[in-house]
């Protein structure tokens, strides 16, 4: 089956730590996304990656970092810098066309929360 | 700038009709979604609209007016299972993959 995972779908870690949230996809999309959504606000853009080995920052980049080593996984690092990151994070994909926006498909979430 | 409203909550009744409204200002239209997410879980697309007019897509439908920045989710035949949030959104000014999404309409449907 073609889609995209993400793991694991709860973690837990101490503040001051930093912890990698997983996300692959088999459906050969050239674009993958990380948004952060909390309680009463709109999935806000960290990441996103339109080809391997190149990411450009979203609207709330500080404190976060990603990798694209490889067209299938783009994985997002929560640094210690990060001021409040107990969030649910959800890592999406899609095609590029270049004469419209494509369909932006969502793995099911990792939900972390920093102790 | 960019930006999306849409109403926080609204409540129905099961095997109603229900309206969700989204404006927004975004410069250089490139189309909107719409999404549903159900309580913990992703967001799954529901409908694309780049021209004007209304499309359906069984008891689904979404409506577009560019010149009024102005959409709507119309649910027919309401179902318990249709509770969950719907999320407007718009691309970032110009052709881009880059998504501005709204704060989510949350859905309650009652017996």
């Known amino acids: 089956d073609g889609g995209i995972t993400q793991s694991p779908k709860y973690l837990f870690r101490k503040e001051g730590q930093n912890v990698t949230l997983s996300c692959e996809q088999n459906l050969n999309h050239d674009a993958m996304y990380w948004y952060r959504q909390d309680p009463g606000q709109g999935l806000r853009l960290i990441y996103y990656?339109?080809?391997?080995?190149?990411?450009q920052k979203g609207d709330i980049a500080e404190g976060y970092s990603v990798s694209r080593e490889k067209k299938e996984s783009f994985p997002l690092t929560v640094t210690s810098a990060q001021k409040n990151p107990t969030a649910f994070y959800l890592c999406a994909s899609s095609q590029i066309v270049r004469t419209r926006t494509d369909t932006q498909y969502f793995g099911p979430g990792t939900r972390l929360t920093v102790l | 700038g960019q930006n999306i409203d849409q109403p926080t909550e609204m409540t129905a009744t099961e095997g109603a009709i229900v309206q969700i409204n989204c404006t927004y200002q975004t410069s250089g239209f490139n189309g909107l979604f719409w999404y549903q997410q159900h309580a913990g879980e992703a967001p799954t697309f529901l409908s694309y609209n780049v021209l004007d007019g209304l499309e359906e897509k069984g008891r689904f439908s979404s409506f577009l007016s560019r010149s009024k920045g102005y959409s709507y989710l119309l649910l027919k035949e309401l179902q318990m299972k249709d509770s969950a949030s719907y999320l407007c959104a718009v691309p970032y000014g110009g052709a881009t993959n880059k998504l501005i999404f709204g704060t989510g309409t949350l859905l309650a449907v009652q017996p």
């Open positions: 990656s339109q080809i391997v080995n190149d990411f």
